[in-house]
């Protein structure tokens, strides 16, 4: 059964550009920790912000695709 729902489209974008910013903020993560003195505050922002992310994508993970109960 399809759902006519006028938010996935919306939902299928967000979606790409939080899975695009979530790898962005890994290799800024990455590049952070292989200076010498890695700003230990800024890594601690840029970890929470990824875990943020991570569940926004989970979130809208489960609106886009349904669940199919077999």
Same mark, same amino acid.
């Given at each position: 059964m399809a759902t006519n729902d006028p938010a996935l489209p919306d939902a299928a974008a967000r979606l790409a550009a939080l899975k695009s910013e979530h790898r962005d903020l890994d290799t800024?993560?990455?590049?952070?920790?292989s200076m010498a003195a *890695? !700003?230990?505050l800024q890594l601690a922002r840029l970890k929470k912000r990824k875990l943020r992310l991570k569940d926004e994508i989970a979130l809208l993970e489960d609106m886009v695709v *349904? !669940?199919?109960?077999a």
């Open positions: 800024a993560i990455d590049a952070l920790n *890695p !700003d230990q *349904p !669940d199919i109960i």
